[in-house]
């Protein structure tokens, strides 16, 4: 686990564009070390403080204070770096860490050495302040036997749906070569001599909105969920939740990046399409 050059200037980004204020918190999944050489950290480092300030240490608390945030903590098992020894495969009491909420939550590397990442998300959701960010970095394609698991992008689109995120950065990272893109589901960048083992994905979700975690499921599928549910327990309610979701998701398109909005419709689409087939009279029997 670790914050990588890329992951580093993403941040300085965030903070010059005031996607955080001064004197806002930060908690990290992860006790979290900084992965760059100490002459590509002072060059960083030049760039958000001043001269008398260049003796700060090469931390991940540091490098938050020097962009203005002031409060930092971090979980980790092995409580390094003051970490909170906190098992984030199991449900956490985030009302009893001190600092709720916090307006950067963050996740770089960490979640697919879990072996329950959906309680990671769901802890990241509940640690997050409405307006807040939730950042990731995560394993896309290759890197076999790094973790648990890679992630594809449809989750994170379908998450935001599901608790009305709204997707602020989706970014493919190659680490080995400091290559960053736009990601485009209709046709990935051309890392050329990138190895597929080093491709990573960077997310920034902000919460819009209070409320409890909301599990996404994915919704290129919903139709045949709903189908084998309706046909099992005969719960009309299902349908009724689909509308509501699927009338979101098309909402949500506006703040989606222009890249994946194309896809989103095309779900939209066939999930109406679907719906609409399976409760129409002529399919009943």
């Not at 309680?119 to 990731?136: P, S």
């Not at 890392?191 to 080093?198: E, I, K, N, V």
């Amino acid at each position: 686990m670790g914050i990588t050059k890329e992951i580093l200037s993403i941040l300085i980004e965030l903070s010059r564009s005031n996607r955080f204020k001064s004197g806002s918190s930060v908690i990290e999944l992860g006790a979290q070390d900084i992965h760059v050489s100490d002459k590509e950290y002072s060059h960083i480092m030049k760039k958000i403080v001043t001269k008398n300030k260049m003796n700060l240490d090469k931390t991940a608390a540091q490098f938050y204070n020097a962009l203005g945030i002031k409060k930092y903590v971090c979980i980790d098992l092995n409580g390094k770096n003051g970490a909170l020894p906190l098992d984030l495969s199991l449900p956490i009491d985030t009302a009893s860490i001190d600092g709720l909420p916090f307006e950067l939550v963050t996740d770089f590397g960490t979640i697919e050495h879990l072996f329950n990442p959906a309680e990671a998300f769901k802890t990241m959701h509940d640690l997050c302040a409405e307006g807040g960010l939730m950042l990731h970095q995560l394993p896309f394609q290759g890197q076999v036997d790094h973790g648990f698991y890679s992630f594809h992008p449809t989750l994170f689109v379908d998450m935001a749906v599901s608790n009305g995120y709204s997707i602020e950065y989706f970014y493919i990272i190659d680490d080995e070569k400091g290559k960053v893109a736009d990601f485009d589901y209709d046709k990935l960048p051309d890392f050329s001599g990138c190895r597929s083992q080093d491709i990573s994905l960077f997310i920034a979700l902000q919460k819009r909105r209070s409320g409890s975690f909301i599990p996404p499921y994915q919704h290129f599928f919903a139709s045949s969920m709903i189908t084998g549910h309706q046909k099992t327990y005969d719960d009309q309610r299902l349908i009724e939740t689909a509308r509501r979701r699927t009338k979101y998701f098309e909402k949500k398109m506006g703040s989606a990046p222009k890249s994946i909005a194309w896809r989103m419709r095309d779900r939209i689409s066939k999930i109406f399409f679907s719906i609409g087939e399976f409760i129409s009279p002529r399919n009943r029997k």
